[in-house]
């Protein structure tokens, strides 16, 4: 059989098209603003960031879409949504999710003022010790929170900025925060000559599970370049190239 050479072309054509991945957009439900992971008025941040450029290695589009955190599962649920960053304790594998390789991790601390001397290492410590937060942490973390609660010794507020003030203005002695936002806003204030700023004592009080920090996708192919692209960007150092460029290291 004679094959021309247009037919060959053609063939050609239809062979490497059928090799190249399907670029898509993809919608993703995001929390609203907690910086430096999200800054939902300039679509960016650590978590967007690291997502989008492990998306874009076969040409993916994140597309970010903000939530309140609880809100984040009902939007994937509702199909709101082509993807979600974390499913805040819902198991979206039975609503078709396809979970992927965890893109950050929060990994939250007590901090304290250096000065103080204060060590923290069982629940026990935290006894006469005001505690601030964000909202939440003590349905979270009963075991350590649940008798600074009950004694109204504990205050949890979104607005990180505060949590940061009060403990350097000697309001409260400990703050709960994932050390890379608490980082961050101790950076601003710094910059604003808002306050002056002290050395802080850091104290892991649990083991963190990465899995509570995984992305859902909805397309399993999406979720299978998200990996190689995560496993990408943090072989070539473009991962810890952009935590370093929000920490300003």
């Not at 980082?183 to 050395?199: G, H, P």
Request: no cysteine; charged share 25%; glycine share 4%.
């Amino acid at each position: 059989m004679k094959i021309t050479l247009s037919k060959f072309r053609l063939l050609i054509l239809i062979s490497l098209l059928s090799s190249v991945a399907v670029a898509e957009d993809v919608l993703m439900a995001f929390s609203q603003e907690i910086p430096p992971y999200v800054f939902e008025k300039y679509n960016n941040g650590i978590e967007i960031d690291i997502i989008s450029a492990a998306l874009a290695h076969k040409g993916h589009i994140l597309k970010p879409l903000y939530f309140p955190l609880g809100r984040i599962p009902i939007a994937f649920r509702n199909n709101l949504v082509d993807a979600a960053m974390g499913d805040m304790g819902d198991d979206l594998s039975l609503e078709g999710g396809v979970y992927a390789d965890p893109a950050v991790i929060y990994d939250n601390v007590f901090i304290t003022l250096k000065s103080r001397n204060i060590s923290i290492k069982r629940p026990e410590d935290l006894d006469k010790l005001l505690v601030v937060s964000f909202q939440g942490a003590e349905k979270r973390y009963p075991k350590w929170l649940k008798k600074v609660t009950d004694e109204n010794r504990f205050y949890g507020i979104s607005d990180q900025l505060t949590q940061v003030k009060l403990l350097h203005l000697d309001r409260y002695d400990v703050v709960l925060s994932d050390r890379y936002i608490f980082k961050y806003f101790a950076k601003q204030i710094e910059s604003l000559n808002a306050l002056d700023t002290a050395e802080v004592d850091e104290y892991s009080f649990t083991i963190v599970d990465p899995d509570d920090y995984r992305p859902v996708f909805r397309n399993i192919k999406i979720r299978d370049d998200f990996n190689l692209g995560l496993k990408k960007i943090k072989a070539s150092g473009e991962y810890q190239k952009i935590y370093d460029n929000y920490m300003g290291l």
